[in-house]
């Protein structure tokens, strides 16, 4: 417990040494478009047209928030199990989103994180009471970025939104291939199992931030794109007796994007890609 403590001050030292060297190294353009930010916001790392640029998520399915077909049920999250029980993005990935990801990934830009649940919270509403656990990065792809980026998101996320943060609940306990170019079943495949959640009713500690009394488990990505992660980590965490777990990501793939990896066929032959 007392070194987990430790780890938790050193981390947030690192992140503080970070943001410094950030401030001072990056010459202050925006990482969506490479445009100068405008003066009176010495801290931002995106413009105030890419912000503006972002479309939210606000579509008609109470559960996952995807906009409905025209008739019939939700397809999106039709097939997920009653373990995920609610779902909610703040932005569709267009490009902005994407490089604020592709930078928050591959750079390390922890104050991005921040950036991003100011987006988050503008457009998902606060659960009182619930926890929030970031979706883990398997040991090995932690080593080599050095961060989880869900973790700096949720990080973030926690203290907008005055709530505990509980990485501890979730562990990644295999490692999974990259999800890319995998179509929707073989992401289910790929990541059963996955996962593996401490049980509600540990009787070890129980100090960390009050997460026994918390009856939501809201899981935190920084993408969402078919739900195979997510779905995974709410079964992991409902075996292990967590009643009601939600999600939350920054961003979600694109309806036609969808399309075109659950079928095939629905996508030309050539002429985009
Ligand atoms: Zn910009
Ligand atoms: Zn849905």
């Known amino acids: 417990m007392e070194r ?3 780890d938790r001050v050193l981390r947030r030292e690192w992140r503080a040494l970070l943001h410094a060297v950030e401030r001072f190294v990056l010459p202050n353009v925006c990482v969506a478009c490479e445009r ?3 003066r009176r916001r010495p801290d931002a ?4 047209p890419c912000l503006a640029r972002l479309r939210t998520v606000d579509g008609g399915c109470e559960r996952c928030a995807q906009p409905l077909p025209p008739v019939g049920p939700c397809r999106f999250c039709e ?3 009653a373990a995920l029980s609610w779902v909610r993005s703040a932005v569709w990935l267009d490009e902005e989103a994407r490089q604020m990801i592709h930078h928050l990934k591959y750079d390390g830009l922890s104050t991005l994180g921040t ?3 100011r987006v988050v919270v503008r457009s998902v509403p606060r659960v009182p009471g619930a926890v929030l656990v970031p979706i883990p990065l398997g040991p090995r792809r932690l080593h080599r970025r050095g961060f989880n980026q869900a973790e700096v998101v949720a990080g973030a996320l926690a203290r907008r939104w005055m709530l505990p943060l509980q990485p501890s609940l979730l562990r990644r306990q295999r490692e999974t291939r990259t999800q890319t170019a995998l179509d929707p079943a073989r992401r289910r495949q790929n990541v059963r199992d996955a996962f593996a959640a401490r049980s509600r009713g540990g009787r070890r500690g129980g100090g960390e931030g009050g997460e026994r009394a918390a009856a939501t488990v809201i899981l935190v990505d920084d993408v969402l794109t078919t739900g195979a992660t997510l779905v995974a980590a709410a079964e992991a965490l409902r075996q292990a007796g967590w009643p009601r777990i939600g999600a939350v990501t920054f961003a979600r793939a694109l309806p036609y994007a969808a399309r ?3 079928d095939p066929a ?3 032959a050539r002429g985009w890609r």
């Open 45 to 48: 790392l995106v413009c105030t």
């Open 115 to 117: 950036e991003i649940a």
């Open 79 to 81: 097939a997920w199990p």
């Open 260 to 262: 075109a990896v659950t």
């Open 36 to 38: 100068p930010i405008e």
């Open 4 to 6: 987990a403590g430790t």
């Open 266 to 268: 629905a996508v030309p």
